[in-house]
């Protein structure tokens, strides 16, 4: 499988340690996840995505982009093919306009359902599906499914993007979960704003503040919500990742079904793909 990591803050950050520099960075987890990898970063509210079909660690490409990005938004992958051959059309993050999406997990047997699950995408999508994973057909299936919300360019409040995940995702688990198998659908959604992840079945962990900031005495931004649980639900970063990152963030697991998002105030909401609300991230 993949490994994902997403992150959001109110100032723009350097995620360098979480890509590369830390014990357990996504670049030292391509190790295990070889077959390629992607970084998205924002500007100006604009996604910039650099993909590869090499190991993270070995491409000095990675190297450079890890040391030379800072944001206030970030979305990373490393690939372990199950489905597709070993290209950069089948690396993530995918993107379409202002939208950038990842994938952990699988969805067996694939090819034989892959039509049916193309029928939930609009026609207006389906030519934009270039590679052969079920990850970027899964993309198209939740961008169908936000469009019903109106016009993609147009702001996503956390309520939307998270009805149009969980219909994309549960509607990928009635059309495909048919032959005694499960799919797998961790993923991770964000517009630059927003940024909304689902526990689908692969790990998936979180975090919103740390033991004691390392910039707390440069940082103008530092807050109690930077190194505690916020009271209010408004947090200064979010984070998710398939794996705890070593260092000073406090990490929580997430449970299958959760979905979690922090929208463009960083307001933390947490939600059920079966409908069930959960209490304010606290």
């Known amino acids: 499988m993949c490994r994902l990591f997403g992150f959001r803050s109110v100032i723009p950050s350097q995620v360098h340690r979480s890509l590369l520099a ?8 391509s190790n295990e996840h070889p077959d390629g990898w992607g970084v998205a970063f924002y500007v100006d509210g604009a996604p910039h995505v650099t993909r590869s ?13 890890s040391g030379v990005v800072s944001s206030e938004t970030v979305l990373a992958h490393v690939r372990k093919a199950t489905q597709g051959s070993r ?13 950038v999406f990842a994938h952990n997990g699988d969805i067996p047997n694939f090819d034989v359902k892959r039509e049916r699950l193309l029928m939930e995408v ?61 799919a797998l659908l961790t993923v991770v959604a964000t517009n630059g704003e927003s940024l909304v992840a689902v526990q689908g079945g692969k790990e998936l962990y979180f975090s919103t503040h740390k033991t004691r ?3 707390r005495s440069t940082c103008s931004s530092l ?7 916020s009271s209010t639900g408004r947090v200064n970063h979010f984070i998710v990742s398939s794996e705890p990152l070593q260092g000073e963030n406090v990490w929580e697991p997430l449970a299958a079904g959760d979905i979690i998002g922090v929208d463009g105030r960083m307001l933390v909401r947490r939600s059920r793909l079966d409908h069930v609300a959960l209490p304010v991230v606290a």
Do not use: M
């Open 22 to 29: 830390a014990e357990n960075a996504l670049g030292v987890q």
């Open 53 to 65: 079909p090499t190991t993270a660690l070995g491409d000095a490409l990675f190297h450079r982009l």
């Open 87 to 99: 290209t950069i059309f089948n690396c993530h993050p995918f993107q379409f306009g202002r939208w």
């Open 122 to 182: 609009s026609p207006r999508f389906r030519r934009y599906i270039l590679g052969e994973t079920d990850s970027e057909v899964l993309f198209f299936v939740f961008l169908s499914a936000l469009e019903a919300f109106g016009p993609l360019g147009a702001d996503r409040g956390l309520e939307a993007i998270n009805d149009a995940l969980r219909e994309a995702v549960n509607r990928t688990r009635e059309l495909c979960d048919t032959d005694g198998t499960r």
């Open 213 to 215: 900031c390392a910039d």
């Open 223 to 229: 807050s109690a919500a930077c190194e505690a649980p």
